[in-house]
């Protein structure tokens, strides 16, 4: 997620405000390309890993006729280049051309889709949770989809109905900087565990927002912690830069979950509703 935010920081810079001549090289999006061609791009948004970019008649956002939603998967990209630019990919589906801005921008995407503004972008927010580097983001949202929940809060965290932007590393080192077992019953989450769980969730994927890189660690305790635990804590090690202790993984929907049983212990009962104060102080550098 904070990639894409990324991408839609530079392009709020160097494209918004301009009109663009629109194709598909490859094809796969040619009635998208047709209808935005020569359109004014007006406003850009991100829910998570999913783009939106609002093309209209002028460039006031409220002028907006159509959306391109855009989801990268696990290879896609959207690069803005100097003309003339390298030969599309086989991949391409959508190039973007404005010769007076002398640039070119290539999209390659698991999805590129098109509809009509602002019904497209409406329709698909209503399907993602709150998005953790959105200003306009509601945890109570969450926190009532949490209350309810019988699926471990691991798996809430990759359901991007629930929550939008965390992937399996962020979800890692979420979940351990807050000291919550990833088999933790969602239900059985306390508001203290939730609040901790929500607060780190903000507080990294702004880090990665900021550096382009998911550093999960503190630079204060990376010092203290050395190599190999100064960029993540858990994730891909096989022991605890903190405790010491073996780093467990085991397969939760077919991704790779990762957890220190010592710092993230699995609660139950009242202990797990009341959100502990021993997690909270496993949590704690």
Known sequence: GHQCHRVAHAHRKTLLGHKFVATSPNGRFADGAAAITG??????EVIGKNLFYFFGPTSQPGAATDVVHIHFGMSG????LSLPGPEPKETTRLALRNDALGVVGHVSAMTVAHG???????????????????????????????????????????????VAGIGNIYRA?????????????????????????WQHSVALLQRGFRVG??????????????????????????????????????DMAGRT?????????????????????????????
Not at 39 to 44: C, D, V
Not at 77 to 80: D, I, Q
Not at 216 to 234: H, K, M
Not at 261 to 271: D, I, R
């Open 39 to 44: 359109k004014y791009l007006s406003r850009i």
């Open 173 to 197: 080192e979420i979940l351990f900087c807050a000291g919550v077992h990833p088999e933790q019953p969602a239900s059985s989450l306390g508001r203290a565990a939730f609040d901790r769980v």
């Open 77 to 80: 990209a959207f690069k803005v």
């Open 116 to 162: 009509p503004a602002p019904a497209l972008y409406h329709e698909k927010a209503a399907k993602l949770g709150p998005d953790p580097l959105r200003e306009d983001a509601d945890k109570e949202l969450l926190w009532a989809k949490v209350q309810t929940s019988r699926k471990p809060i691991g798996l809430v965290l990759m359901s991007q109905d629930m």
């Open 213 to 250: 890189s998911i550093i999960t660690v503190d630079p204060e305790e990376a010092n203290v912690l050395g190599r190999p635990w100064t960029r993540r804590y858990i994730y891909n090690h096989p022991s605890c830069g903190r405790c010491k202790g073996v780093i467990k993984t085991w």
């Open 257 to 285: 979950v990762y957890c220190c049983a010592t710092c993230q212990p699995l609660l139950t009962g009242a202990e797990g509703a009341a959100g502990t104060a021993v997690a909270a102080a496993t949590a704690a550098p």
